[in-house]
T-cell receptor, first 111, second 113 residues
Framework: GEDVEQSLFLSVREGDSSVINCTYTDSSSTYLYWYKQEPGAGLQLLTYIFSNMDMKQDQRLTVLLNKKDKHLSLRIADTQTGDSAIYFCAEIRDSNYQLIWGAGTKLIIKP | KAGVTQTPRYLIKTRGQQVTLSCSPISGHRSVSWYQQTPGQGLQFLFEYFSETQRNKGNFPGRFSGRQFSNSRSEMNVSTLELGDSALYLC????????????FGAGTRLSVL
C-alpha cells in the first residue's frame, strides 16, 4: 500500500468548511506539506507544518497534526469555487529528504 | 523572482522516439527534482540533482535519464518512448539538499502515440 494515504474525493457545499485528511507512516518525518493542483497546472505549495507543531493557521487554512496517530488534516474555511482542485499531502523522509506523496484528494464544490 | 520554468509545455511523440524536457529552477536554487504524474500511478519520483550530481533516483528504467548544468538548469531525457510514458512531467526546485520546500513548475504534458 501507499505510505501516505488520502481519500480520493471530497464534496462540500460552497461556504462550508472542507476537511481533507491524510495518514502517513514515517514517524521520523520532519516536515509535512499540503500542495494544491488546479487543472492543467503544476503543484502549488499551500502550507507546511513542522513535526514538533500540533497546529498551524494561515488565513482560511488550518493544519492539524496528530503525531501519535500519524494523522494530518487540512481545513479550508468558507470554501469557495476557486478552491476546486486536487490537494496532495506529502511527508519528507529524514533518511534521504525525499518527498513521499499521497494520491491526492479531489475537492468538489457544490453550489 | 521568476518561478520554475518548464519547456515545452506540450509534446506529442510517437513510440520509439526520444524526448528531452527542460527545467529552469528558481534563481539561487541548486536542487532540481523530477516527477512523473499519471492518473493511475499518481506522483512518482524520478530523480533529484544537486550541484550537477544525481543525489536520489526513483524506480524507473534506464530509458529515463537526466542531468544538471552548472547554472542549475536541468534536463531529463526519455529514450525509446512507450505509450505508458504519456504523462505530466513535473520539475521542482529547492534551495539545496535537506528538508527544503520544493517549488513546482507547470509541467510538460507528454503524449506518446
Amino acid at each position: 500500500g501507499e505510505d501516505v494515504e488520502q481519500s480520493l474525493f471530497l464534496s462540500v457545499r460552497e461556504g462550508d468548511s472542507s476537511v481533507i485528511n491524510c495518514t502517513y507512516t514515517d514517524s521520523s518525518s520532519t516536515y509535512l506539506y499540503w500542495y494544491k493542483q488546479e487543472p492543467g497546472a503544476g503543484l502549488q505549495l499551500l502550507t507546511y507544518i513542522f513535526s514538533n507543531m500540533d497546529m498551524k493557521q494561515d488565513q482560511r487554512l488550518t493544519v492539524l497534526l496528530n503525531k501519535k496517530d500519524k494523522h494530518l488534516s487540512l481545513r479550508i474555511a468558507d470554501t469557495q469555487t476557486g478552491d476546486s482542485a486536487i490537494y496532495f499531502c506529502a511527508e519528507i523522509r529524514d533518511s534521504n529528504y525525499q518527498l513521499i506523496w499521497g494520491a491526492g484528494t479531489k475537492l468538489i464544490i457544490k453550489p | 523572482k521568476a518561478g520554475v520554468t518548464q519547456t515545452p509545455r506540450y509534446l506529442i511523440k510517437t513510440r520509439g522516439q526520444q524526448v528531452t524536457l527542460s527545467c529552469s529552477p528558481i534563481s539561487g536554487h541548486r536542487s532540481v527534482s523530477w516527477y512523473q504524474q499519471t492518473p493511475g500511478q499518481g506522483l512518482q519520483f524520478l530523480f533529484e540533482y544537486f550541484s550537477e550530481t544525481q543525489r536520489n533516483k526513483g524506480n524507473f528504467p534506464g530509458r529515463f535519464s537526466g542531468r544538471q548544468f552548472s547554472n542549475s538548469r536541468s534536463e531529463m531525457n526519455v529514450s525509446t518512448l512507450e505509450l505508458g510514458d504519456s504523462a505530466l512531467y513535473l520539475c521542482a526546485s529547492s534551495e539545496g539538499l535537506g528538508p527544503n520546500i520544493q517549488y513546482f513548475g507547470a509541467g510538460t504534458r507528454l503524449s506518446v502515440l
